[in-house]
Nanobody, 115 residues
Framework: QVQLVESGGGLVQAGEALTLSCVAS????????MGWYRQAPGKQRELIAV???????NYADSVKGRATISRDNTKRMVYLQMGSLKPEDTAVYYC?????????WGQGTQVTVSS
């Protein structure tokens, strides 16, 4: 089993930046993919950033250029730095991990961007 716990959400002003963190525990293998989804009210969950265990990254167009995903394998952590935040970035942000054909999710952290 894998447990994921996010932190770092909160209320920010438009144009500001924040960093989300996620710590993984449990049966973590060396090869996995970690990422961040978000779900805004009334919208489907959206994959916004992924990073492989080798450090390859990919971003959704909605955050490309404003977001940076990174990971620290020794600490079992993944981070999402986002800048130039917009009100439309308001959502619950979920950390996810995929390994050995299974996907795991955190409980999410709320990010609210006020205009």
């Amino acid at each position: 089993q894998v447990q994921l716990v996010e932190s770092g959400g909160g209320l920010v002003q438009a144009g500001e930046a924040l960093t989300l963190s996620c710590v993984a525990s449990g049966s973590i293998f060396s090869i996995n993919t970690m990422g961040w989804y978000r779900q805004a009210p009334g919208k489907q969950r959206e994959l916004i950033a992924v990073i492989t265990s080798g450090g390859n990254t990919n971003y959704a167009d909605s955050v490309k250029g404003r977001a940076t995903i990174s990971r620290d394998n020794t600490k079992r952590m993944v981070y999402l730095q986002m800048g130039s935040l917009k009100p439309e970035d308001t959502a619950v942000y979920y950390c996810t991990m995929g390994q050995l054909g299974r996907n795991y999710w955190g409980q999410g952290t709320q990010v609210t961007v006020s205009s």
